[in-house]
């Protein structure tokens, strides 16, 4: 039995390279969420608590995904910053079940992603 993959140390969003890294529920940087993104000049990343949970870990990892999303892509404004956290929790809580609702396309999507993968190589 092979070991399951770990949790990524990185994600390409929009052009932009974001560390990801799984964090003890005391991390500071947390303060007291379950996980964080953060694009400022002191830490660009996203943290995630370590001890959530297979399912909740998803879900977070997909919000804070999103919030990549949202900054890279300027989905919303800084006047709609209340509004980006509410999408982000609704987006984050849909994707996960998806994913998980789902494995047929799972399996498709990551059939789909490699194909792709192997005519960029090859081009
Ligand atoms: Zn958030």
Redesign the pocket.
């Known amino acids: 039995m092979t070991n399951p993959p770990p949790f990524p140390t990185r994600i390409w969003v929009g052009g932009y390279e974001f560390p990801m890294t799984l964090v003890d529920a005391a991390d500071p940087r947390l303060d007291g969420?379950d996980?964080?993104?953060s694009h400022d000049e002191t830490y660009r990343g996203i943290l995630v608590c370590a001890t959530l949970g297979t399912y909740r870990t998803i879900e977070v990892a997909l919000?804070?995904i999103t919030?990549a999303i949202n900054w890279t892509c300027d989905i919303f404004t800084l006047e709609d910053m209340a509004e980006e956290?509410a999408a982000?929790?609704k987006q984050g809580a849909a994707w996960a079940r998806v994913y998980v609702d789902n494995p047929k396309f799972c399996k498709w999507l990551n059939h789909a992603v490699q194909q792709v993968r192997k005519e960029r190589a090859s081009a």
């Open positions: 969420d996980g964080i993104f919000h804070e919030h956290e982000t929790t």
